[in-house]
């Protein structure tokens, strides 16, 4: 118990502040990158406390930039934080954070989206998925541009147990822009609710933790931004392989303002289409005349059960893809594809 004591006692020695960072190391947020940096160390703080106690606890974080986020994790308490940042520009200024708290942080120069995080921590981090979380976070204040396509990729490594997941219900703490924190987070019926919604919730119970505006960014993004928290369900709601939820879910909210039979026919090829939608649909008991955005994921978990089943009858059908056969159809005069936002509402 002393040692955990003297963990959770360090602080990090006086630092220059981030803002003096910025202007030593001369960074700029780039545009193209979508970064925005947040010096105001007391929302730092506080997007840590979503995370819940750190006490001992091995973090990684995801995208540290100037260090801000990276200054409230150490003083928190961690017993090892292990940040992955693709930008170089912000090394020295992590390396320099790193010597203020010798034996405790590590750098990786490196893209989230490649770099493997089941090889970043010791196996014994591990527990049994049926059992509590381990002791380890992943946190992250978020590039826009990374954000969605990062969470889907993590939600299925949580869907096979596979990299963060490796080590068993490992939870996030993340930044994204109000919107798509409002999707991941949204209830049956509401105007927000997405595949996204579908995909996070099936998995894993999703909080929406608080709001932080758009002004207390450097440079001030033109939209707010949510801090969301995800902690792995012991079983998924859905349990069919994530690639054929997504699938359905995905197909389901092509068109989520028309009714959900006109989606989940798109699972099926023109030949017999009317026919197989039908049975799905009177097979899961869905009515075809509610919108997407009105079913709940019994519902999807009922459509996705009885697709898997037809394909079982029908191996050919997990491999048809709608908008492959669409593309074929709108080629262009001199064979090159024709854009397809408007042959079909596309969603998040």
């Known amino acids: 118990m002393a040692a955990r004591g003297k963990v959770a006692s360090f602080r990090l020695p006086p630092l220059p502040t981030i803002s003096e960072l910025i202007k030593l190391y001369k960074l700029r947020a780039k545009k193209q990158l979508s970064q925005n940096f947040l010096l105001d160390l007391r929302l730092t703080d506080k ?3 979503q995370a819940g106690d750190l006490t001992d606890a091995h973090v990684c974080e995801v995208g540290p930039g100037p260090g801000g986020l990276t200054r409230s994790i150490l003083n928190s308490g961690v017993r090892d934080l292990l940040v992955v940042e693709k930008d170089s520009r912000f090394i ?3 390396e320099l954070l790193s010597e203020a708290a010798p034996g405790k942080m590590r750098i990786v120069q490196g893209d989230i989206l490649n770099y493997r995080i089941d090889r970043g921590f010791p196996k014994t981090v591990s527990k049994p998925w049926e059992e509590d979380p381990p002791n380890l976070h992943i946190i992250g204040n978020l590039p826009f541009s990374v954000s969605t396509p990062l969470i889907i990729q993590w939600l299925e490594h949580m869907a096979d147990r596979t990299g963060p997941f490796a080590f068993g219900r490992t939870r996030l703490t993340l930044t994204f822009q109000k ?8 209830s049956t019926g509401s105007k927000q ?3 996204l919604s579908i995909m996070a919730q099936y998995l894993c119970t999703v909080h929406n933790r608080f709001i932080i505006p758009g002004r207390a960014f450097v440079p001030k993004p033109e939209v707010d931004v949510g801090v969301v928290h995800f902690t792995p369900l012991v079983q ?9 939820v997504e699938k359905v879910v995905r197909n389901t909210f092509q068109f989520r303002r028309k009714s959900c039979y006109k989606g989940v026919e798109k699972l099926f090829p023109e ?19 509610l919108r997407p955005t009105h079913l709940t994921i019994p519902h999807f978990k009922a459509l996705v059960d009885a697709y898997a089943e037809m394909c079982r009858r029908e191996p050919a059908l997990i491999r048809y893809e709608f908008r492959e056969e669409l593309r074929l159809k709108h080629l262009g005069k001199r064979g090159e594809p024709v854009a397809l936002s408007d042959c079909a509402e596309r969603e998040i």
């Open 193 to 195: 609710r997405s595949r």
């Open 92 to 94: 020295p200024g992590l």
């Open 179 to 186: 919107e798509v924190a409002e999707r991941l987070t949204a």
């Open 47 to 49: 997007i840590v406390r």
């Open 271 to 289: 030949a017999g289409r009317e026919e197989r939608t039908g049975e799905m649909l009177q097979r899961a008991d869905v009515d075809p005349t």
């Open 236 to 244: 998924p709601q859905i349990q069919r392989p994530f690639k054929m």
